[in-house]
């Protein structure tokens, strides 16, 4: 390989390298502000809604939806992306619900494998029940992007953000957390992802 042949070479790969710096330089301070942005509390815990929503998918969202049930901030409780074959009784015993009688005031959905499953699942049901707010419980961490797709899904539908905080997501310093470090990377890759679809498709953001 001649000199020459290895500086055109070289220049040829400049650019593209410097892009992927860009890229992934861009896309790091983008992590940093995610991580930042991520819930530490619950802003409006005491409003009442016509629903309580739970996504399914992590620790302490199941009970904390069926607390609040319990505590009255709702009528009624949609626990959405629900396994099939798992029952009302099996969730009560799971989370070892603080009232047995909740039990009719509890739906599950099995059709969500996803967030935007989740949405679309939640907007049938608000629909199907005539209902027009909804307090939406899931991982702190998981807010930003279910909010996303469950404000398109129901525009006209007041949604209570309530977050949960799992123990073992160590968001202070997460950084220093590779378990943690890289659930945020992933949630925040998958927000990205969010936005440039719905970017595609022409619509706005909430």
Same mark, same amino acid.
């Given at each position: 390989?001649?000199?020459?042949?290895?500086?055109?070479?070289?220049?040829?790969?400049?650019?593209?390298?410097?892009?992927?710096?860009?890229?992934?330089?861009?896309?790091?301070?983008?992590?940093?502000?995610?991580?930042?942005?991520?819930?530490?509390?619950?802003?409006?815990?005491?409003?009442?809604?016509?629903?309580?929503? #739970? *996504?399914?998918?992590?620790?302490?969202? $199941?009970?904390?939806?069926? +607390?609040?049930? /319990? !505590?009255?901030? %709702?009528?009624?409780?949609?626990?959405?992306?629900?396994?099939?074959?798992?029952?009302?009784?099996?969730?009560?015993?799971?989370?070892?619900?603080?009232?047995?009688?909740?039990?009719?005031?509890? #739906? *599950?959905?099995?059709?969500?494998?996803? $967030?935007?499953?989740?949405? +679309?699942?939640? /907007? !049938?049901?608000? %629909?199907?029940?005539?209902?027009?707010?909804?307090?939406?419980?899931?991982?702190?961490?998981?807010?930003?992007?279910?909010?996303?797709?469950?404000?398109?899904?129901?525009?006209?539908?007041?949604?209570?953000?309530?977050?949960?905080?799992?123990?073992?997501?160590?968001?202070?310093?997460?950084?220093?957390?590779?378990?943690?470090?890289?659930?945020?990377?992933?949630?925040?890759?998958?927000?990205?992802?969010?936005?440039?679809?719905?970017?595609?498709?022409?619509?706005?953001?909430?």
């Amino acid at each position: 390989m001649n000199a020459g042949w290895s500086h055109r070479l070289a220049r040829r790969l400049l650019a593209p390298g410097l892009a992927l710096i860009a890229v992934a330089a861009v896309w790091l301070v983008g992590l940093v502000w995610f991580a930042a942005s991520v819930p530490v509390r619950v802003d409006d815990p005491e409003s009442h809604t016509d629903a309580i929503v #739970v *996504l399914t998918g992590g620790s302490e969202r $199941t009970a904390t939806g069926m +607390a609040l049930l /319990a !505590a009255g901030k %709702a009528d009624r409780l949609f626990i959405s992306g629900v396994h099939k074959g798992v029952d009302v009784a099996e969730i009560l015993r799971l989370n070892r619900a603080p009232n047995p009688a909740l039990a009719p005031s509890i #739906v *599950l959905g099995y059709a969500a494998d996803d $967030t935007v499953g989740n949405a +679309a699942e939640t /907007a !049938a049901w608000i %629909a199907g029940q005539h209902l027009d707010s909804l307090r939406l419980v899931t991982a702190a961490y998981h807010m930003r992007r279910s909010l996303w797709e469950f404000r398109r899904a129901m525009p006209g539908v007041r949604i209570i953000p309530h977050p949960v905080f799992p123990d073992a997501v160590k968001y202070r310093v997460w950084w220093r957390k590779p378990g943690t470090a890289a659930l945020l990377a992933t949630e925040y890759s998958k927000y990205l992802a969010v936005i440039i679809r719905h970017q595609l498709f022409l619509t706005t953001p909430p």
